[in-house]
């Protein structure tokens, strides 16, 4: 009852989600038969065959998504914690292989294999490579320099300190650029900055990366920053 979304597994099968009857039903797309069918919990809206809009399907996997799922986990807020299954497609019938909580229905989802992307991922940006105009390349290429009421601060992260770790003469109205250069050429070693009053986004610097935060000087203080990826700087 109530069928919503249907998916393909390029081997002659459709998948189609019943929002009423909380229930995926699998049937051959030549006769229309139906094959199989197993229940979602619950309220199923989309559901994901990885590859299933191509004409090549992995036709492995199958994704469950339900919406409006309310009692199933710990009710931790206004909005409550969404479920969706993992099926088994590659027999003849379908199989649950894992239950797990989510964040909501995804409209729409797609997935696929992590071997299409594992060997074409970035991990580091050369730090040679770094043609930003406010890199600090290296801890001795670090500055303060003051252009009227702005001061550009060429910062650099590293486990676990940034360098300038005290600038001192930033007068009232201000206006403070921090322009931080992540020295690390590992992978997966993030570095952030904030500073207290800021009122824009974090920044999140990838190993190699040179981002930039403006900071207005709109009273008088002492103000501390720190790394926001806790490498304790
Ligand atoms: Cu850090």
Not at 16 to 35: N, P
Not at 103 to 110: D, K, L, Q, S, V
Request: hydrophobic content about 35%; charged content about 20%.
């Amino acid at each position: 009852l109530g069928p919503l979304h249907t998916e393909f597994d390029g081997k002659g099968n459709a998948y189609t989600s019943m929002f009423v009857s909380s229930e995926i039903v699998k049937w051959s797309i030549s006769d229309l038969k139906v094959l199989d069918r197993v229940p979602t919990y619950y309220s199923i809206g989309h559901l994901s065959i990885p590859g299933g809009p191509t004409a090549k399907p992995h036709g492995k996997y199958m994704i469950g998504y339900n919406k409006i799922t309310k009692d199933r986990y710990l009710p931790t807020g206004p909005e409550l914690t969404q479920s969706a299954q993992l099926y088994d497609i590659s027999g003849d019938k379908m199989q649950l292989i894992l239950d797990f909580p989510t964040t909501g229905e995804p409209h729409y989802a797609e997935a696929l294999p992590a071997s299409m992307l594992m060997d074409k991922q970035t991990k580091i940006f050369k730090i040679e490579e770094n043609a930003h105009p406010y890199a600090a390349k290296g801890e001795s290429q670090t500055k303060v320099e003051r252009k009227g009421n702005q001061v550009h601060v060429w910062m650099t992260a590293i486990r676990s300190h940034l360098t300038p770790d005290n600038i001192e003469g930033v007068k009232l109205g201000d206006e403070v650029y921090f322009h931080v250069t992540n020295l690390e050429q590992d992978w997966d070693v993030p570095h952030g900055f904030a500073i207290k009053g800021a009122n824009n986004a974090e920044i999140l610097i990838m190993p190699g990366e040179t981002q930039t935060i403006k900071w207005v000087a709109d009273r008088v203080g002492i103000f501390p920053f720190y790394c926001t990826d806790f490498c304790s700087a």
